[in-house]
Structures are given as structure tokens and as C-alpha cells.
């Protein structure tokens, strides 16, 4: 369903004064407004395929209806989102959940609606109706070459379709891992694992990159392959320049002190991608800000202090994407909460007062330096970012519209109650 632009206009018309009002307040303190405003219009955050449909435990799964049934209708799903926020301007396909059939068909699809491709992902985690070899021991770390080559020929497929999409990057999850003390050698498990990524890896086209990702435990639960980002970051230096790690903020144990790890992977020049989600325990893949905004507020804060040493492009520099799971919510609904929550998150680091900040720990001020992160924490920050997405053509209250306008209603008169998207 297509969301005029006459809709969002006639409503933000009516939200204009108390904006206004609200946005003069906060803009009062802010240096650099102009400049702040412009990074925040300009930080896009990519929808995964994956995400446009109800999620699922291993208990069961309750869809809201009007669940799209085919790539077409997941993209126009991501075009609403994007014509209410204007900050979701790409999507990232999984693969074989998402085959483009006719790749320019696809593209075309997208770019009525304002959007792109972003990295796409292969899936070795799963067995398909007609593959000849299983899974359920691993992929790129089975102890079986066989098995190892189709995993790496899935790859180097999913490539493909990423090229004729005009994507640049393949994103490399796996679950090889082990269940049972013994059940594995860690030494081969590894080696295995690089030696197939480096048949991947020399497949790569020229301006591609490839994202190893992290996980510490589930599907299995004793061990996994690449389980944490020293071993991420140990493939991709092995690996070469086109690999680096991606961080998924679901995959760290509890408290793991995630705005360290992106500090120093910054520091590498090897932070790729990122996933965000939200947790209260492991990999919850819950709405992004909804237990933590504190801690995602961190990560920011040395997300944008580490691109800034190194002279990096804040929306472009990194792969930003969504990585979460609707059980209880409306997907579309629960995608804009998380799109907001790092807007806010990364305005907030924009905030920081960073010469006071450097200032504080040249000194060993503590109190300073809680003072400082916290002012900027504190400050309520979405009129700055309402403003952003005035000035791109989008919703001053993007929910809010979504809402008065019914879209779900309409998607399940549309496409039905009982509609099954693929993905988790
Ligand atoms: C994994 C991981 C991957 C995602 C799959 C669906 O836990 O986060 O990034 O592709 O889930
Ligand atoms: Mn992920
Ligand atoms: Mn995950």
C-alpha cells in the first residue's frame, strides 16, 4: 500500500505549532544545528527481508494478519516505512527466503519506492526441500568437504544475485557450532571455516566487502564457530581487506561491554556492519531501544567518536541495519519504534560535548565525563530528529500516521488474514 504524500502532509499540518514550539526549545543549545540536522536526515537504516513478517519461537507463532506473501509486497511494506520516516532507504534480502526471480523486475519495484539493496545474506543454517547434503552439522566448518563446497557454492550463488541487484556486500552468519563437550575440534572447526570463507572471499567482485558475523551460542549451545568478535576479527584479517566483522548487538553475553568492542574494531578499520536489536538475555532480537537506550546511547557515542578520528562518513561508511524479530507487535509498527530508537541514539552522540569530554578523561574526572555523556543522554531530542525528517519529505509522528491511516487494516482486507511471510 502506497502512503500519499497528501497524508503525511495534512498531518503534520496539524502537528506544525506544537513542533515548532518544541523544536525552537531543544534547537536553542545545539551547536552546529544545521550541521546536526543534515547527519541526522542523512542516516538511513536498512529493513532485513526477514523482519516484515510475525516472528516465531520455537512454541509457536501468532501472525497479525496482512503478513506480505511475496518479495514485491515485503519491498512495498519497506517503502511505508520509508515514506513515513525517510531514513529506511534500503533493504536486506536473506537467501533463498528472498530469490529475486527477475532481478530488474525487482530493482524497478524498489526504486518506485526510493529504495535499494543492501548486503545480502546467505543461509547455510537451514536444509532446503531440494538440497542433497544436510546442515545439521554445520556449514563452512563440517568436518565433510562435501558439504563444506555447497556452502560455499550457496555463497558465491547468493553473490550473484546481490550483483544483479547492485549490492556490494555479502553478510556471513553461520551456525556451526557444537552442542556437546568432544563433539568437535575447535582447531579444525576453524580452519575449515577459513578456508571456506576464502573460497568465498576470492569470489567476491571487486568492490565488494564481506561481513562475518558473531555469535556466542544457539542453534547449538556448547560451542560456536565464530562465536565472539575475536574470532570474527581473526577470520577477516586472515581473510584480507574485503572482510571485516559485523557487530549484532543481540550476540554478546549478558553485560558485555559492547561499546568497547566497537571502539576497538573502529580502531582496526574492521567494523562492517551492524545489527541492531535489543535483549534483556540473548539473542531476544527484541524492538531496538526497548530495555536498553542507555547502552545503545554508548555505543553510539563511540560509533561517532571513531568514525570521526578516521574521517569516516557517518550514514555510508558502515552497514546499518535492523536485525530483530515481531512476535508480539505489528512488524511494520515495531521496524519504525526501532528506526527511531537509533535515530535518537545516534543524535544524542552528535550531542556530545567532545573537547569537555577528552578534556575529563585527560584529567582521570570521572564525575566530568558521567556529567557530560549524560547531558546529552538527557536532552530530549526528537523534535531534531522530527525536524530531519520534515526537511526529507517525511512524517513529523510517523507511527502516529501509520496509525490514523489504518495501514494494517487495509494490508489484510489487501492480502488476507492468514497470510505467511518467509523469514524467521
Ligand atoms: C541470526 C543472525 C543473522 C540473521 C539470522 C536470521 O541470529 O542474527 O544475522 O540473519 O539470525
Ligand atoms: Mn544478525
Ligand atoms: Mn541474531
Known sequence: MLIEKSRIDEANH??????QRQFDY????????????QKIQAFNIAIPSWALGTGGTRFGR????GEPRTLEEKIEDV???????????????????????????IKAVAAHHGLRFDAVNSNTFQDQKDQSLSYKFGSLHHSDKAVRKQAVEHNIEVIKYGVELGSNALSVWLADGSSFPGQLNFRNAFQNTLESLQEIYAALPQDWKVWVEYKPYEPYFYSTTIGDWGQSLLLANKLGPKASTLVDLGHHLPNTNIEQIVSLLLMEGKLAGFHFNDSKYGD????VGSINPYQLFLIFNELVEGMDARGMAHATSIGWMIDASHNVKDPIEDLLQSVEAIKIAYAQALLVDTAA?????????????????????????RPLIAEARLREGGALNPLGVYRSLDVRSNLIKERGQNTVATGL
Request: proline fraction near 3%; charge should be negative.
Open 14 to 19: 496539524q502537528l506544525s505549532n506544537k513542533h
Open 26 to 37: 531543544v534547537a536553542a543549545d545545539v551547536k552546529n544545528l544545521d550541521e546536526v540536522i
Open 62 to 65: 501468532f501472525s497479525g494478519g
Open 79 to 105: 517503502g511505508a516505512i520509508h515514506a513515513l520516516n525517510k531514513s529506511s532507504n534500503s533493504i536486506s534480502l536473506h537467501i533463498p527466503w528472498d530469490i529475486p526471480s527477475n532481478a530488474d523486475a
Open 284 to 287: 531476544d532480537d527484541l524492538t
Open 357 to 381: 569530554l577528552k578534556q575529563a578523561q585527560e584529567s582521570n574526572d570521572a564525575v566530568a565525563a558521567q556529567e557530560i555523556l549524560q547531558a546529552a543522554y538527557r536532552t530530549d531530542v
